[in-house]
């Protein structure tokens, strides 16, 4: 296998769109590309693709081909020379990668800095919507959506899982798309806070909360019939943005974005434009939910402790409460078993509703990757475009990705089940195994696996049944939330906000530590925090945003 080490450390025209989406059967041909407004590829820069490729083939290069890549590497699992899927991708698929690796602390930053200047890889991986504009304008990045002719995996999975409307936000100014996103045909449904059981029962607790207020209240409960507590929740994933998680899964049940989730802007659709989200009355609500359970003592009021610390107050019975995902559920259980307290009953709690309703934040998608402008001259340039939808968007592709070789890596059981090999282990699955599937094998990586399973088989395949039993119940429940239509800013306008942005988002999140703290009164010092916030360009940018959406309307 081919790799070239080059280890980066320290710090320091849409039209093709809707008519590819429309034809998503059989592969392009040259006189479709063009009259569809696409690009065509011409044979100078077709060495190594299919003749044929369409859906439900495999990939392989007709001769071997070796693409750059820009590698994010994961401290939990460091990138490995002699991974199976490095060789697998080799032997079966024809293709190696001259690699950049980039350690994950620093990749987004170096990322940025490769791009801007000119020295892009093939492939930039674990890319996130949004951070392709600030390179359109000095072309570095490709306009990928001109060659979707030849990417039929990827037409077929946005035609079928109804995700045109999603994909057209993408577009920029300009009416083309720079990033490929990865899909989930569900809503992603991970978060949500973990429970001591045991100490529910015992305050006499047996069904979840339906709303924020009721958890609220049986937190209350919880506390006072188990006095040796701390308290009856101490948060993890705060340090950095205060309760980031929980804020981010209470958010679209108070009709805002918070947390994690937050950003500046907010769709309201009864006026048909955006607000600014930080000072609206639905954001002022879910602060103040949060503030309560501080106020009332169900909360830890340490709000920037580390992780460490909030697991360990969670596992030596401190807290009965603490924010969670489906991976951190099967962290706390072997933490709980290395502790000699194995026994000890912990899950999941279904995610309460509220004023808004019971919904899931809008969008699947998920990070993705840029192309680098160069690859269109490139000689394998057609077989990139093959090998990224057959990997990315393949049903074949995904599996791979995400479950290795079967009989290497997994087996199938006789109604096609799949079956983790018992002496690896992911996530929930064969927790305690000698091997690792990401960090021993290399799948289920980030950089390869875009969606973490994408189909809604593979997303279920990868669970323990109660987590598979608790997804389910969420994604029948809940309501998935529209996705805005996205203003289109030109150059000049994403320069005007890219400065407002970070600036008011800063100063969203150090007041909303405040007022959850108690160290602003919401009610005493409400108006004075929206002024403040004015004052550093919330309206202007609204304004921005707002001229934005009424000019790319205006061109529908």
């Known amino acids: 296998m081919t790799i070239t080490h080059n280890r980066i450390a320290g710090v320091a025209g849409i039209a093709v769109f809707a008519l590819a989406l429309a034809a998503c059967s059989?592969?392009?041909?040259?006189?479709?590309?063009?009259?569809?407004?696409?690009?065509?590829?011409?044979?100078?820069?077709?060495?190594?693709?299919?003749?044929?490729?369409?859906?439900?083939?495999?990939?392989?290069?007709?001769?071997?081909?070796e693409f750059s890549l820009m590698y994010r590497d994961h401290p939990?699992?460091?990138?490995?020379?002699d991974w199976s899927i490095f060789e697998h991708l080799e032997q079966d698929h024809n293709v190696t990668f001259s690699r950049t690796d980039i350690p994950m602390a620093d990749f987004d930053q170096k990322k940025s800095l490769l791009i801007g200047s000119g020295e892009a890889t093939d492939i930039v991986s674990v890319s996130y919507a949004g951070t392709e504009a600030q390179f359109v304008s000095g072309g570095s990045i490709l306009p990928v959506s001109d060659y979707f002719d030849y990417m039929p995996n990827f037409r077929q999975k946005i035609d079928e899982w109804e995700l045109t409307a999603d994909l057209e936000t993408r577009r920029q100014d300009d009416g083309k798309i720079y990033h490929l996103p990865g899909l989930r045909e569900v809503p992603d449904m991970q978060y949500s806070v973990v429970i001591r059981e045991d100490l529910w029962e015992k305050a006499g607790?047996?069904?979840?909360?339906?709303?924020?207020?009721?958890?609220?209240?049986?937190?209350?409960?919880?506390?006072?019939?188990?006095?040796?507590?701390?308290?009856?929740?101490?948060?993890?994933w705060t340090d950095a943005t205060t309760l980031g998680s929980l804020l981010s899964v209470m958010g679209p049940n108070y009709g805002t974005a918070a947390g994690w989730g937050y950003s500046n802007t907010w769709y309201d659709r009864d006026a048909?434009?955006?607000?600014?989200?930080?000072?609206?009355?639905?954001?002022?609500?879910?602060?103040?939910?949060?503030?309560?359970?501080?106020?009332?003592?169900?909360?830890?009021?340490e709000v920037t402790q580390s992780d460490d610390q909030a697991v360990q107050k969670f596992v030596s019975g401190r807290s009965a409460a603490i924010s969670g995902n489906t991976q951190a559920l099967s962290e706390y259980r072997t933490k709980l078993a290395d502790a000699g307290r194995g026994d000890v009953p912990i899950r999941l709690i279904d995610v309460p509703g509220g004023p808004a309703g019971s919904n899931i934040g809008s969008g699947r998608f998920t990070s993705g990757l840029m192309l680098s402008s160069d690859t269109a001259e490139k000689p394998y340039f057609k077989a990139l475009l093959q090998f990224v939808d057959?990997?990315?968007?393949?049903?074949?592709?995904?599996?791979?990705?995400?479950?290795?070789?079967?009989?290497?890596?997994?087996?199938?059981?006789?109604?096609?089940?799949?079956?983790?090999?018992?002496?690896?282990?992911?996530?929930?699955?064969?927790?305690g195994?000698?091997?690792?599937?990401?960090?021993?094998?290399?799948?289920?990586?980030?950089?390869?696996?875009?969606?973490?399973?994408?189909?809604?088989?593979?997303?279920?395949?990868?669970?323990?049944?109660?987590?598979?039993?608790?997804?389910?119940?969420?994604?029948?429940?809940k309501e998935q939330l529209k996705t805005p239509p996205a203003p289109l800013l030109n150059e000049l306008e994403l320069e005007q906000t890219s400065l407002l942005q970070t600036q008011l988002s800063d100063a969203v999140q150090a007041a909303t530590a405040g007022f959850i703290t108690g160290q602003r009164s919401i009610e005493d010092d409400w108006d004075a925090y929206v002024s403040e916030i004015e004052g550093l360009g919330a309206d202007q940018l609204i304004d921005t945003i707002n001229t934005a959406l009424e000019r790319g309307r205006s061109k529908e």
């Open 26 to 65: 059989g592969p392009p041909s040259e006189e479709a590309a063009a009259e569809d407004g696409g690009v065509t590829i011409g044979e100078a820069q077709s060495v190594g693709a299919m003749e044929d490729y369409d859906v439900g083939d495999t990939f392989k290069a007709t001769e071997p081909v």
């Open 76 to 81: 939990n699992y460091p990138v490995q020379d």
């Open 205 to 236: 607790i047996t069904e979840d909360p339906a709303t924020w207020d009721e958890f609220l209240e049986q937190l209350e409960k919880v506390q006072a019939a188990n006095p040796d507590l701390d308290y009856a929740m101490s948060d993890r």
């Open 272 to 301: 048909e434009k955006y607000v600014f989200t930080g000072t609206s009355d639905e954001y002022r609500e879910v602060v103040s939910a949060a503030a309560e359970l501080v106020e009332t003592g169900v909360l830890d009021p």
């Open 390 to 431: 057959w990997l990315y968007y393949s049903d074949e592709g995904l599996e791979f990705a995400q479950w290795g070789v079967e009989g290497e890596t997994f087996t199938k059981d006789a109604d096609g089940t799949r079956v983790l090999n018992p002496d690896i282990a992911w996530s929930s699955i064969n927790a």
């Open 433 to 477: 195994a000698p091997k690792l599937l990401n960090a021993d094998y290399g799948y289920s990586n980030g950089v390869f696996l875009l969606a973490n399973g994408s189909s809604r088989d593979l997303v279920l395949s990868m669970m323990t049944e109660d987590i598979a039993e608790w997804t389910e119940r969420q994604l029948a429940a």
